[in-house]
C-alpha cells in the first residue's frame, strides 16, 4: 500500500545534487522579469542574460514563479543500492541535513514509509498499490492517515498491475483507463494536490506507447493535478512536445538538468531544438 521505492542515498547525494531544486537552476537560466530586475547592478549577471560573455542572444521560456502548479518537476534517486553498516550510519547522520538542503531551496522531500512519520519532517507521502488490489475506500482512508500527520498524500495511479519491478508485464494486461480517472477524481475531492501517473503500460515495458491513455488523462483530470512518470530522455520530450512546458514530469535525478534545458528551449533533439516555445506576456 506504502510504495518501498527509495527517495535517494546520501552518498550519492553528496557526489550531486540529486535534490537540486529548479530555484536553483532558474538562478542561471530564467530570463523572467524579476530575476531581470534582481541582476541588474548587483554582481555578475544570469547566463542566459549576459549577450557579452553569456547566452545572452538565446531566447528562453520563463516558468510560472515558485511555489508552482504547472512545470513541476519531481525526481528520484538510484532504485536499488547495496547497503552495509557504514553505509547506512553515514545516511542517518547525513539524511537530516540533506532534508534541510532541500527545504532551504524549495524542494519538497518524499518519502514510502509509514514509520515515524511524524519524525521525520517529510512533506509528501506516496501511496502506491502497483502490486496490490485493494479497495476504493481503503485508499481513501489510507490518504486521510496522511493528511492527519500534516502531510500530503500522493496516490500513484495506473493501469498495470504488478508495475514497479522487473516482473514479466504485458502477459498480465492493463486496466481501464476510465478506472484510474474515476479514482483520480475521488482522490482529488479528499483534498489530493496531484497525482502521481505510472509509467509502465502506457509509455514503459509496452510494444507500443498508449499515448491515447495520456490523451484521456489530460482530458478529463485537470493538468496542474497529474504528474506522468517519464524517466527516459525519449519519453519526457514527447510530453513537452505534445502537451507544452507546463506539463508536470517525474524523472530520475541525473536528468533533471536535461529536462529543465528542454522547458526552457535551450536544449533539444532534431524533434525539438528550437521547437519548444511559450508565449508569457506577463514575465
Keep these: 500500500m506504502l510504495s518501498s521505492k527509495p527517495l535517494y542515498t546520501a552518498r550519492q547525494a553528496l557526489r550531486r545534487p540529486v535534490l537540486q531544486s529548479q530555484a536553483h537552476l532558474q538562478r542561471g537560466l530564467s530570463t523572467s522579469s524579476a530575476l531581470s530586475k534582481g541582476t541588474a547592478g548587483h554582481g555578475p549577471k544570469a547566463l542566459l542574460l ?8 538565446a531566447k528562453s521560456n520563463a516558468l510560472p514563479q515558485k ?3 504547472r512545470g513541476v518537476t519531481e525526481i528520484r534517486g538510484p532504485y536499488y543500492a547495496v547497503m552495509g553498516k557504514r553505509y547506512l550510519s ?3 547522520e547525513t539524511l537530516k541535513e540533506l532534508i534541510d538542503i532541500a527545504h532551504e531551496n524549495g524542494a519538497y522531500v518524499s518519502t514510502s514509509t509509514q514509520h515515524k512519520l511524524s519524525l521525520c519532517r517529510f512533506d509528501v507521502v506516496e501511496l502506491s498499490a502497483g502490486f496490490l488490489s485493494i479497495p476504493e475506500d481503503d485508499w481513501l482512508r489510507l490518504i486521510e492517515k496522511v493528511q492527519s500527520y500534516g502531510l500530503k498524500p500522493k496516490p500513484e495511479l495506473g493501469i498495470q498491475f504488478g ?3 522487473g516482473t514479466e508485464l504485458e502477459a498480465i494486461g492493463t486496466s481501464d483507463p476510465g478506472k484510474l480517472i474515476n479514482l483520480g477524481k475521488k482522490f482529488l475531492d479528499a483534498g489530493v494536490e496531484r497525482l502521481m501517473i505510472e509509467s509502465e503500460g502506457i509509455t ?3 510494444t507500443n506507447w498508449r499515448t491515447d491513455v495520456v490523451s484521456q488523462i489530460m482530458k478529463q483530470l485537470p493538468q496542474e493535478k497529474v504528474m506522468f512518470e517519464a524517466a527516459d530522455p525519449k519519453v519526457f520530450s514527447w510530453y513537452i512536445r ?4 507546463d506539463v508536470n514530469l517525474f524523472v530520475d535525478n541525473s536528468q533533471i538538468v536535461q529536462l ?4 526552457r528551449g535551450i536544449w533539444g533533439t532534431a524533434d525539438t531544438w528550437g521547437k519548444i516555445v511559450s508565449y508569457r506576456p506577463d514575465d
Excluded: M, T, Y
Design 50 to 57: 549576459d549577450k557579452q560573455q553569456g547566452l545572452g542572444f
Design 67 to 69: 511555489p508552482r502548479k
Design 90 to 92: 553515514d545516511i542517518f
Design 163 to 165: 508495475a514497479g519491478g
Design 204 to 206: 514503459e515495458n509496452v
Design 242 to 245: 505534445e502537451f507544452g512546458i
Design 260 to 263: 529543465s534545458c528542454l522547458r
